[in-house]
C-alpha cells in the first residue's frame, strides 16, 4: 500500500514519461488479461498481482478529501450506493484513515496538466483497495473501473451471492483525449428523457465524457422556448407514417435534470441548434423567417432542404440571439454547436432582403452572408462567454478566433482546421458516423481509427481535442439505437482513453470485446454486429449457385426462407450453403441466444452464364464501396434500394468502363446491369450505358446503347436495369461502358460536387 505522502501528480508526470507507459500488450500479458476481468477501455498500464481483496457486507467504504470537494464526495456516494444495491459494503464514511482494510477513495488535489486531470490509481491487494487521484473525474473513471474488475452478473443489481473476490491488481491511467463522445440525433427520431439518462449511464461505464444532442433539424425542434413557443408547439410534431402526429420535445425543466444528471457523471452535455440550414421545423412555425414567408410543413422526408433562415430579415437575428440566450440559461458549459453545415444559397439568390444586406454589407457572395450570419451568433455567445462550434463547412467562413470545428467530411479538415489555429473535435464520417451499418464501417475500421492525421506538428496534435461517434437518425429508429451504438462504441472509447493506434492491437481488443458482451447483455444492451450483419459467399455450379451465409459475430444463428415470406424463429435454420436455380428472394432471421434480434436486409440470389467470370476494370471502385472487390460484378448478388447493403459498386466522379470475360466463346442472349439513383445521397444513375461484344477481346461490336428516362432530379431511392440483346454469333468478351454524370447538378445541395455511379451485377443470359 501506499503512504499518505504519496504525491500523485509527480507520479503521473513521471509515468507519462516513461517508455512502456503506451504499448502494445505483450502475448504474456494477453494470456494473464484473459484469466481477469475484461475492461474497456483498456487501461494505459495494468498488473495483475495474484490473490486479491474480498468484499462482502462489512466492507467499509472511506473517502479521503477536503469536506469542500463535492465531486468527490459524489463519485463515493454513487459508488457505494451502487455496491449496497448489490448487498456489499455500508455507508460511505468521511475519514482520514487511509491504512486499515476496506475500500479507500482518496482525493490528492495538486496542481496537474490539463492532459492529466482525469487520472486515477487503483490498487487491489488482500488487505483493501485503493483509489487515488487528484480531481473527482479521476476518482469517478476509477469507480468505474472497479466495476468492471466485478462480476459482470452484478450488473441486474440483484445482491450478490455470498463474498466477491477482486482480483489484484494495479492500474495506472489517464485519457489520451479530453472530448470523448457521442452524438445523438433526436431531432430525426426523439427520445425522452429517461432513454437519454440510459445511454449516460453506459457513456459514463465507458469513460465517454460528452453527449452531443441535436436538438434541432428539419423535422423536428425538440428544446423549449418561453420566447418563441410555436417552436415546440408546432415544429416538435411532423405528421407520421400513419397520419397521426410523431415528435415531443424536451421541457425547460427536463434538460435541466439531464444537466444535473450528466454532471454527476463528469459528462458535459453538448447541445447544438443548426443554423441558418435545417430549421425548417423552424420555418414551420414562424414562416415570417424565411425567405418567402410561405406556410411550410415540418419535414417529413430527410436530406438538405431548400428553405433556409432569411438573413436579411432583422427579426432573424432576435430569434438566434433569443434561442441560444435560452440555450445558455439551460446548458452551462462553455461551448454551444450552432451547426453551419449544408446550407443552400437558392432562397438567398432571390431574396431582397437578403441582397439588400449584402450591398449594405459590401458582402460579395451568399457564402459571405453565411459568414455574416456565423458572427452574429458567434458575438451573441461571445457576450456570455461562450464559445460556438461549426460543422468544417464553416471553416471556409472564417469563423471567429476561439471556435471549435467538428470535422465530419474526413481526416483533410482536421489537418486543416487545426494549421488555421482551430480547436478540432475529429468526427470523419468514414469512421464515426455509427448510422452506418456495419458493411461500410464495421468493427475492425473504427478500431484503427486515429483521429490526429498524419504530418501535424505537436502543436496542431494537441488541437485535436478527440472525437465522438454520431448516429444520426433519419433511418435508426430509437429501438435500433443499441445495435447501432455497439460494440462500435467500445471501441471508439478505447482510440479515445487508451491513445494512438501502436498502443492497440485489434485481436487482443476482439478477444476482451467478446468476453464483455455477458457483461452488455446483463445491462440489456441489445448490442449489434460486429462486421457485415450477414456475409453472402457465392460460387458457380452446374444448376445454378451455392450461397455460404455467414453472420456478423459470434453466437449468432439464423433462420431462413427462400420464397419470400418473414422468417420466423420456426423457419429453417441455416445449416449448409444453400443451393439456388431460380431468381430467389433470400430473407434471413438473425437470432441470439434462441431469441430474435433482428430481420436482416433481404438478398436477391440471380443465377445466371456469367457467374463468377473475370472482370476488368479500367477505372477502379471507390474502396469504400466495393461490395466485396473484383468479383462483385459477377457474383448473383442484386442490389436492393439502399446503397449500403454491400451489393453496390460504386464509382466516384469516374465512369465504370468493365470488360467481362466468360472464359469461353458462347451465344448470349441478353446482357443487363443495374444503376441506383439515390438524389439525397450524391448517387446518380447513368447518362448513357454502351454495350460491346468481342471474341477475340481485341475488336468489338458495338451492341446498343441505352439512355436514362428518368431526370437527373429524380430523388429516388430508384434502381433501374439496362440492357442489351446479345450478338448474332458466339462471343467471349462483353464490355460496358456507363457514363457517369460526374458532378452533382445545379440545384442539387452538393451542387458542383463528386458524384457516385452505382452498379451491381451484370446479368448474362445464355448457355452455361
Not at 444495491?85 to 455507508?91: C, D, L, N
Not at 492525421?453 to 439505437?481: C, D, F
Request: hydrophobic content about 40%.
Amino acid at each position: 500500500m501506499l503512504s499518505r505522502s504519496f504525491l500523485l501528480p509527480m507520479l503521473w508526470l513521471a509515468l507519462a514519461a516513461l517508455p512502456g507507459c503506451s504499448r502494445r500488450p505483450q502475448p504474456a500479458e494477453t494470456e494473464a488479461a484473459a484469466a481477469n476481468p475484461v475492461l474497456l477501455p483498456r487501461p494505459q498500464i495494468v498488473q495483475y498481482t495474484g490473490t486479491g481483496f474480498t468484499l462482502s457486507a462489512r466492507t467499509r467504504l472511506l473517502l479521503t478529501a477536503p469536506a469542500t470537494d463535492t465531486a468527490a464526495a459524489e463519485a463515493g456516494r454513487q459508488l457505494a450506493a451502487w455496491l449496497h444495491r448489490r448487498g456489499i459494503g455500508g455507508e460511505l464514511q468521511f475519514s482520514a484513515d487511509t491504512a486499515s482494510a476496506g475500500v479507500h477513495l482518496i482525493l490528492q488535489p495538486g496542481p496537474v496538466p490539463d492532459s492529466l486531470r482525469e487520472q486515477y490509481q487503483l490498487r487491489v491487494t488482500p488487505r483493501g483497495i485503493w483509489l487515488r487521484a487528484s480531481t473527482g473525474a479521476g476518482l469517478f473513471w476509477g469507480t468505474q473501473t472497479l466495476r468492471q474488475l466485478l462480476p459482470a452478473a452484478l450488473e441486474l443489481a440483484g445482491p450478490a451471492v455470498g463474498p466477491l473476490l477482486v482480483p489484484g491488481v494495479h492500474i495506472q491511467d489517464w485519457p489520451a483525449f479530453g472530448w470523448r463522445g457521442l452524438l445523438l440525433d433526436v431531432s430525426r427520431h426523439f427520445l425522452p428523457p429517461a432513454q437519454l439518462r440510459r445511454y449516460l449511464d453506459l457513456l459514463a461505464l465507458h469513460k465517454l465524457n460528452r453527449l452531443h444532442l441535436h436538438l434541432t433539424d428539419d423535422q423536428g425542434w425538440r428544446l423549449e422556448s418561453r420566447t418563441w413557443p410555436r417552436l415546440t408547439s408546432v415544429g416538435a410534431w411532423r405528421r407520421g407514417a400513419d397520419g397521426q402526429p410523431d415528435g415531443g420535445f424536451y421541457s425547460q425543466a427536463e434538460l435541466r435534470e439531464l444537466v444535473a444528471y450528466a454532471r454527476l457523471r463528469h459528462i458535459e452535455l453538448v447541445p447544438e441548434v443548426d443554423m441558418p440550414g435545417h430549421v425548417q421545423a423552424a420555418l414551420a412555425a414562424y414562416p415570417e423567417l424565411s425567405c418567402r414567408g410561405r406556410p411550410l410543413a415540418v419535414a417529413t422526408d430527410w436530406g438538405v432542404h431548400e428553405d433556409v433562415l432569411c438573413v436579411g430579415n432583422p427579426r432573424t437575428a432576435g430569434f438566434a440571439a433569443d434561442v441560444l440566450g435560452e440555450v445558455m440559461d439551460l446548458f452551462p458549459g462553455q461551448l454551444v454547436h450552432v451547426g453551419g453545415d449544408e446550407t443552400p444559397v437558392a432562397r438567398w439568390r432571390a431574396c431582397p432582403k437578403c441582397q439588400a444586406l449584402m450591398r449594405r454589407e459590401n458582402l460579395r457572395s451568399e457564402r459571405e452572408l453565411q459568414g455574416y450570419f456565423l458572427r452574429q451568433v458567434s458575438a451573441v455567445l461571445a457576450r456570455r462567454r461562450r464559445r460556438g462550434i461549426v460543422w468544417d463547412e464553416a471553416l471556409a467562413l472564417h469563423p471567429p478566433a476561439g471556435t471549435v470545428v467538428q470535422a465530419w467530411h474526413g481526416l483533410g479538415p482536421v489537418a486543416a482546421a487545426v494549421r488555421a489555429g482551430y480547436s478540432v473535435v475529429a468526427s470523419p464520417s468514414s469512421f464515426t458516423y455509427f448510422d452506418q451499418n456495419t458493411t461500410i464501417l464495421d468493427l475492425a475500421k473504427v478500431y484503427r481509427f486515429d483521429p490526429r492525421p498524419a504530418g501535424l506538428t505537436a502543436a496542431e496534435r494537441g488541437r485535436v481535442l478527440g472525437s465522438e461517434a454520431a448516429i444520426w437518425t433519419e433511418r435508426i429508429t430509437p429501438a435500433q439505437l443499441d445495435q447501432a451504438m455497439f460494440p462500435r462504441l467500445l471501441a471508439l472509447a478505447e482510440v479515445l482513453w487508451t491513445g494512438p493506434p501502436a498502443a492497440r492491437a485489434y485481436p487482443e481488443f476482439l478477444a476482451r470485446t467478446r468476453q464483455y458482451y455477458p457483461r452488455l447483455a446483463a445491462l440489456g444492451v441489445q448490442y449489434g454486429f460486429e462486421t457485415r450483419p450477414l456475409a453472402v459467399s457465392t460460387e458457380p455450379i452446374a444448376t445454378g449457385l451455392r450461397a455460404t451465409l455467414t453472420a456478423g459475430g459470434p453466437g449468432i444463428g439464423l433462420r431462413y426462407t427462400m420464397d419470400g415470406t418473414t422468417p420466423s424463429p420456426t423457419s429453417a435454420p441455416y445449416m449448409v450453403p444453400l443451393m439456388v436455380e431460380t431468381p430467389t428472394r433470400l430473407r434471413v432471421l438473425a437470432l441470439r441466444g434462441g431469441q430474435p434480434l433482428t430481420e436482416l436486409p433481404a438478398v436477391q440470389l440471380q443465377p445466371h452464364a456469367a457467374l463468377g467470370a473475370a472482370v476488368a476494370l479500367a477505372t477502379p471502385f471507390h474502396p469504400i464501396y466495393s461490395a466485396g472487390g473484383a468479383g462483385a460484378l459477377t457474383d448473383g448478388r442484386l442490389g436492393s434500394l439502399d446503397y449500403r447493403d454491400g451489393a453496390w459498386q460504386g464509382f466516384e466522379r469516374t465512369d465504370l468502363d468493365l470488360t467481362l470475360d466468360l472464359g469461353r466463346r458462347q451465344r448470349l442472349d441478353s446482357v443487363r446491369v443495374a444503376f441506383l439513383q439515390d438524389w439525397n445521397s450524391w448517387i446518380f444513375l447513368p447518362r448513357v450505358v454502351q454495350f460491346g461484344f468481342s471474341s477475340d477481346g481485341q475488336t468489338y461490336t458495338s451492341g446498343s446503347e441505352a439512355t436514362t428516362p428518368e431526370p437527373i432530379s429524380a430523388e429516388g431511392p430508384l434502381r433501374r436495369s439496362y440492357g442489351a440483346a446479345g450478338p448474332a454469333g458466339a462471343v467471349r468478351y462483353v464490355r460496358i461502358r456507363a457514363r457517369n454524370v460526374g458532378v452533382c447538378p445545379p440545384g442539387h445541395p452538393g451542387a458542383g460536387g463528386a458524384a457516385f455511379l452505382m452498379a451491381d451485377e451484370v446479368v448474362v443470359e445464355g448457355h452455361r
